[in-house]
């Protein structure tokens, strides 16, 4: 399969490395762009496969390009890329689309095998950095534990809210409305009889839920 691959970082040093380094593989890279705006409009031009997009750009984030991209380009896979092993980053990008997350200072044949699972449409591979977060978000609540006074939903919602998502991210996780977050957030609070999120977040980090 020959795979189209959108560059975006604001780094020229560490875009060149990787375009060079990519360059030897099987990949075709059809554009570069330096920030997340133009990881859109390059995008939405050229059409690749996968865009393998850093989190962290000056003008305009890689969140934002990665929520538009999958608004504009459904087809188009992304993968996220960062030098921070951060579980809020992780959790934010999955919410928002994404495919997988790679590091920056992964081996290249770990990045190459990233882009080729995305493009294929194939989950993550076992030794990514995204699966014990993407499985901390789907995790289910345990049907024996009594002692946790929240729907099944609600878990979800908490184990996201934990992670560092914003009403929307959840919800797009989620696949359900904002309005309906804020409902199960108010109902987890008052379960919990806790007064904010972060309360809330404390308590399932406590219990070992996320």
């Known amino acids: 399969m020959s795979i189209s691959l959108l560059v975006a970082d604001d780094h020229e040093v560490v875009r060149s490395g990787l375009v060079n380094l990519l360059s030897e593989s099987s990949i075709n890279i059809v554009a570069e762009a330096t920030n997340g705006k133009e990881a859109v409009e390059l995008t939405l031009e050229h059409n690749p496969n996968v865009v393998l997009m850093d989190i962290r750009m000056i003008d305009g984030d890689g969140l934002s390009a990665l929520e538009a991209i999958r608004k504009q380009s459904p087809e188009t896979a992304v993968v996220m890329l960062s030098t921070y092993d951060n579980p809020t ?3 934010r990008s999955l919410a ?3 495919c997988d997350y790679v590091l920056k200072g992964s081996p290249i044949a770990k990045i190459v095998g990233a882009l080729e699972r995305a493009a294929r449409g194939e989950a993550p591979a076992p030794d990514s950095v995204a699966v014990p977060v993407k499985e901390a978000m789907e995790k289910r609540q345990p049907p024996e534990d009594k002692s946790i006074p929240l729907t099944k939903r609600e878990m979800q919602v ?3 809210l934990a992670l560092g ?3 929307k991210e959840v919800g797009s996780s989620l696949g359900i409305s904002v309005e309906t977050v804020k409902e199960h957030v108010q109902n987890i609070l008052r379960k919990l009889k806790v007064t904010d999120r972060t309360q809330a977040a404390v308590w399932a ?3 070992g839920l996320v």
Do not use: D, P, W
Request: charged share 20%.
């Open 165 to 167: 998502l914003s009403n």
């Open 205 to 207: 980090v406590k219990r």
């Open 89 to 91: 980053y992780i959790a």
């Open 96 to 98: 928002l689309g994404a």
């Open 158 to 160: 908490l184990r996201h």
